[in-house]
């Protein structure tokens, strides 16, 4: 089976930055998707931004110009820069990614366990 494992969260004030890290593990044949989603207490989970496996980029309006998302397929890595961190950033943070295990099945999505990103005011 796939696994994803999130690390670089933390605790940082108001302007500063922090780079997760997602790396997928397990039967691989293909990424389609990776992308990080967020999610605050009381709000729903929302797309930060995706990178596909031709590095195209998509990105939540609240953090275009902040955040930098990218990816090394050759690990099978996914990062995250965020800069000119806000209060309303603040959000557990998901890697999610969509994975072909092997050539004879279906891509599926799988999810990492979150890490945690606060950033003080």
């Known amino acids: 089976q796939v696994e994803l494992v999130e690390s670089g969260g933390g605790l940082v004030q108001t302007g500063g930055s922090l780079r997760l890290s997602c790396a997928a593990s397990?039967?691989?044949?293909?990424?389609?998707?990776m992308d990080w989603y967020r999610q605050a207490p009381g709000n729903e989970r929302e797309l930060v931004a995706r990178?596909?496996?031709?590095?195209?980029?998509v990105y939540a309006d609240s953090v275009k110009g902040r955040f930098t998302i990218s990816r090394e397929n050759a690990k099978n890595a996914m990062y995250l820069q965020m800069n000119s961190l806000k209060p309303e950033d603040t959000a557990v943070y998901y890697c999610?990614?969509?994975?072909?295990?092997?050539?004879?099945?279906?891509?599926?999505?799988?999810w990492g366990q979150g890490t945690q990103v606060t950033v003080s005011s």
């Open positions: 397990g039967s691989i044949f293909s990424i389609v998707v």
């Open positions: 999610h990614a969509e994975i072909q295990p092997t050539r004879d099945k279906w891509r599926y999505s799988y």
């Open positions: 990178v596909t496996a031709g590095a195209g980029t």
